[in-house]
C-alpha cells in the first residue's frame, strides 16, 4: 500500500492525490468514472463506508467524511481503490442520546412545534430540487448551443440565493433546537437534517462553479466534476427525503394521538 502524506479540503470535499500514473477511463456519465472504495476505520459498518470517484488524478470522496478526515491517516491502496481513512476521533463513541427530557410535553405541542420546520424543511428541497433543475438544463441548453448567459445567471447569483437560503434553514433549526432540546428527539433529528441540506447545498455550488470552468475552457475534467458534485447533491437529497418521510411519519402518529 502507498501512503500518501497530505490531505487537501477543498469547498467541502477531500481530495487525496493520487498517482499519476494511474489509469484513466472517463465516459459520458458519473457512472462511467473510476470507483474507488472508502473505508472510514476497518469496518464496513453503517455509514462507514463510501464510494469515491477518481478524476483527473485526484480521489473525490462524499462530504460526510470531510470532518472525520480532519487530521487523519490518509492510505490510498492503488492496487484494489481503496481510500483508507483512520480518523483520529474515536469512532467507537455512540452517538451522543438527546437531553433527558425536563417536561412533559402533550402531544399537541410537540406537533405544533416541529410542523413549521417540517415544512421550511420540506420547501427546501424543493428549492434544491428546483436549481438541480436549472443547473441541469443551463448544461443542456450550452451542449445544445454553446449559449452561456444561463450557465453564468445559474453559477453566479442563483448558487448564491440558494446557499443564503439553506444557510438561513440552518440557523432556525439551531435556534428551534435551542428552544425545543429539552422536550422531545425531533429537534436533534432537524440539527441533523439542515447540515445534510447545506451539504447538498454545497455541492451544487461546486457543480455551478465546475460547469463554469467548463463552458469557459472545454476542460473534459471539469465537466466530469460538474456532474460529479451534481451525483453529489443528489445522493444527499436522497437521503434527506427518507429522512423527512421518516420524521413525518412519527409527527403524524403524534397528531393522531392527540385529542383533535
Request: with cysteine; hydrophobic share 35%.
Amino acid at each position: 500500500m502507498r501512503r500518501w502524506k497530505w490531505l487537501l479540503i477543498l469547498g467541502g470535499a477531500v481530495l487525496i492525490g493520487t498517482s499519476p500514473f494511474v489509469p484513466q477511463s472517463y465516459g459520458n456519465t458519473v457512472s462511467d468514472l473510476n470507483k474507488v472504495q472508502v473505508m472510514l476505520g476497518e469496518n464496513c459498518d453503517g455509514n462507514q463506508c463510501s464510494e469515491g470517484y477518481l478524476l483527473a488524478d485526484t480521489v473525490y470522496v462524499p462530504i460526510r467524511f470531510v470532518m472525520e478526515s480532519i487530521g487523519a491517516q490518509i492510505d490510498w491502496d492503488a492496487s484494489n481503490k481503496i481510500v483508507h481513512i483512520e480518523s483520529t476521533t474515536d469512532q467507537t463513541n455512540p452517538t451522543p442520546e438527546p437531553p433527558a427530557s425536563n417536561t412533559n410535553p402533550t402531544n399537541e405541542d410537540v406537533w405544533h412545534d416541529t410542523k413549521i420546520i417540517h415544512l421550511k424543511s420540506e420547501a427546501a428541497v424543493e428549492q434544491l430540487i428546483n436549481f438541480n433543475n436549472l443547473l441541469a438544463a443551463a448544461y443542456e441548453l450550452y451542449e445544445a448551443t454553446g449559449e452561456v448567459n444561463w450557465v453564468q445567471q445559474v453559477s453566479t447569483g442563483k448558487v448564491k440565493e440558494l446557499k443564503n437560503e439553506m444557510n438561513r434553514l440552518n440557523q432556525e433549526i439551531l435556534a428551534y433546537h435551542e428552544a425545543n432540546a429539552d422536550k422531545h428527539e425531533h429537534p436533534l433529528e432537524y440539527t441533523q437534517l439542515a447540515k445534510k441540506i447545506v451539504d447538498a447545498a454545497s455541492y451544487y455550488e461546486m457543480s455551478a462553479q465546475a460547469l463554469q470552468r467548463y463552458v469557459g475552457n472545454n476542460n473534459n475534467s471539469d465537466k466530469k466534476a460538474y456532474l460529479l458534485y451534481r451525483f453529489f447533491a443528489l445522493e444527499q437529497m436522497s437521503d434527506i427525503s427518507k429522512q423527512l418521510l421518516k420524521i413525518q411519519l412519527e409527527l403524524e402518529e403524534i397528531k393522531n394521538k392527540s385529542d383533535y
